[in-house]
């Protein structure tokens, strides 16, 4: 029942939002994050840390956070972002590499997890424009976990 209500709920969200009649409280990057989120299979809680702190730096218009790991999706170890932020207006692409990371990265610096690819970093008008997100390279690193596969 609770998956059912989500799912209308979300579809609701997004029929409302594509005619302008959104109401208030589906509005605005942090209600369209929660909407996300109740409505994936998983999430976990580094998935969640990481939609916070971009949610938080940059107040996105658009927002993606997938779990990429390969494996079991609870380890949690590789990650896809997509932003569309005005916050990316006038820098250049790696400039907004860069603040994304900084952004996700844990307060020492580090990653926090194995593998961080950055799908698209884009302006409201650019992602109007092209709302292409390039395919996932296979990953030829470890598991995140130290170890070789």
């Known amino acids: 029942k609770e998956v059912c209500?989500?799912?209308?709920?979300?579809?609701?969200?997004?029929?409302?939002?594509s005619l302008g009649l959104a109401p208030?409280?589906?509005r605005g990057p942090a209600a369209r994050l929660a909407l996300g989120r109740a409505t994936r299979a998983?999430?976990?809680?580094?998935?969640?840390?990481?939609?916070?702190?971009?949610?938080?730096?940059?107040a996105p218009l658009h927002v993606v956070v997938e779990n990429t790991s390969h494996g079991r999706k609870e380890d949690e170890s590789h990650f896809k972002?997509?932003?569309?932020?005005?916050?990316?207006?006038?820098k250049r692409?790696?400039?907004?590499?860069?603040?994304?990371?900084?952004?996700?990265?844990?307060?020492d610096g580090s990653l926090g997890f194995h593998s961080l690819e950055i799908g698209a970093a884009k302006t409201p008008a650019?992602?109007?424009l092209d709302s292409a997100v390039p395919p996932s390279p296979k990953c030829a690193g470890g598991d995140g976990r130290g170890m070789s596969r």
């Open 126 to 128: 650019e992602w109007e």
């Open 93 to 107: 692409l790696v400039g907004r590499h860069r603040a994304v990371n900084a952004a996700v990265c844990e307060p």
């Open 24 to 26: 208030a409280h589906l």
């Open 42 to 58: 998983f999430s976990g809680p580094r998935q969640a840390v990481i939609e916070e702190r971009l949610a938080s730096a940059f």
């Open 81 to 90: 972002v997509v932003v569309v932020s005005e916050a990316f207006e006038g």
């Open 5 to 17: 209500r989500l799912c209308c709920l979300h579809m609701l969200a997004c029929l409302g939002a």
